[in-house]
């Protein structure tokens, strides 16, 4: 039985942890090992306890398993006049990809959402989630230059890209 809930700032370690592994499994060769292997979980813990302290717009929703944390899905409402929603992040813990959490959290996400559209960015590289997003209607839209990680550039490997997805109805996701 997989329990959701609304994250508070005692978990951000966790949150952080979660997500970090998420980049160093995905984001390999868009951002340097260095960073990723080095430097992203305390830059990733930082972030996400300001994150969690100053919710405002904001919600994370959790997804755990037997006390653990197995996804999480992070949005800014409001984030864009046109887009509407931001989907800042969705992480699901490898060990239980493919089994619909994904699919759950977005719902549970889009369900928050009122009045406005849903998107998110994902990498260029990250053809496996863009996968995932067009089979739940997700728009492709447009690209852009990824921003790098605290604003540092030596953080990125050259100029990577994002790849927005959109749903202008949220509840095409419910």
Known sequence: ????????????????????????????????????????????GALWAKKLAAREGTRTTLA????????????????????????????????????GLGTQLLARTAETVQNEGIFLWVLEQNTAAQGFYAARGGIRGDRRAVTA????????????????YYWPDPAALV
Do not use: C
């Not at 944390?69 to 989907?87: F, Q, R, S």
């Not at 990680?149 to 927005?164: C, D, K, Q």
């Open 64 to 99: 755990e398993y037997e006390g653990q944390l197995i996804g999480l899905a992070h949005v800014i409402y409001g984030a864009d006049p046109e887009y509407g929603a931001l989907v800042d992040n969705l992480h699901v813990r490898a060990s239980v990809k493919r089994q």
């Open 149 to 164: 990680p605290g604003g540092e550039p030596h953080r990125l490997n050259g100029t990577p890209a994002a790849i927005r």
């Open 1 to 44: 039985m997989i329990d959701f809930r609304v994250a508070g700032l005692e978990d951000a370690p966790a949150v952080a942890a979660l997500h970090s592994d998420s980049w160093q499994r995905h984001y390999r060769g868009a951002y340097t090992d260095a960073f990723l292997d080095d430097e992203s979980g305390a830059y990733l």
